[in-house]
């Protein structure tokens, strides 16, 4: 009984700690984008495939999906705020600084050719979210538009996170291991579309030449 309770007691205990962690740390990247919330959700993710509690992957995914939903909801709020504001907002103006007016135009094509699906793609996309978040404001969408379009957008997110963790899990017996190969798996997702664009701008510039 003892050397049962001796197992199970961290585990319950980093359970405890972790998930409001996760919670208010991806909640927050959502809100304040410089957090790096793909890389926590990976990382939790790697810790709970190294758990023996039933359903700690799960938790992981429900935790980080309504995290970047409430954020999500909360960041347009303010956003719808400051557009009927005489001055705007803070708030706004975050928004507005990270979506350039390339991405901001990309993003306002995308958004009348296939409507709040595009919040998908825009949470899978590196950098996408923003851009895409700004185009909606100035749509004027709905706030309940925005949320249902959302919806699967954080589902797909925290899914695409965790998978990326459960294989740096997978990979190695330390959990720590699978933590640096999870973050280094999330650094290089990342990188690709800012590379490919970067890679494609010489090209685009030598056909108009």
């Known amino acids: 009984m003892l050397a049962a309770t001796t197992v199970v007691t961290p585990e319950s205990t980093q359970q405890a700690v972790g998930y409001p962690t996760l919670f208010l740390l991806v909640a927050i990247g959502a809100l304040v984008p410089v957090v790096p919330t793909g890389a926590l959700v990976s990382s ?3 810790v709970a495939f190294h758990q023996t509690l039933p359903f700690a992957l799960l938790m992981v995914f429900g935790v980080a999906a309504l995290a970047a939903f409430l954020g999500d909801l909360a960041l347009y ?3 719808r705020r400051g557009m009927h504001s005489k001055n705007g907002s803070k708030w706004l103006e975050a928004i507005r600084s990270r979506a350039p007016e390339e991405r901001l135009a990309q993003a306002q094509d995308k958004l ?6 595009v919040l998908v793609l825009s949470r899978l996309v590196p950098a996408g979210r923003i851009p895409v978040m700004l185009a909606c404001l100035l749509a004027k969408m ?3 538009q925005f949320a249902r379009g959302d919806i699967p957008a954080c589902l797909a997110w925290a899914a695409t996170y965790q ?11 330390e959990p720590w291991e699978g933590v640096v190969a999870a973050i280094a798996l999330t ?3 990342s990188a690709v579309p800012t590379v490919w664009r970067k890679a494609r701008r010489p090209s685009s510039g030598s056909q108009h030449a």
């Open 44 to 46: 939790a993710a790697v």
């Open 77 to 79: 709020w303010l956003g």
């Open 112 to 117: 009348a050719d296939h409507g709040v699906m």
């Open 142 to 144: 709905p706030l309940r």
């Open 163 to 173: 998978v990326i963790g459960i294989l740096g899990g997978s990979l190695f017996d």
């Open 187 to 189: 650094v290089l997702v």
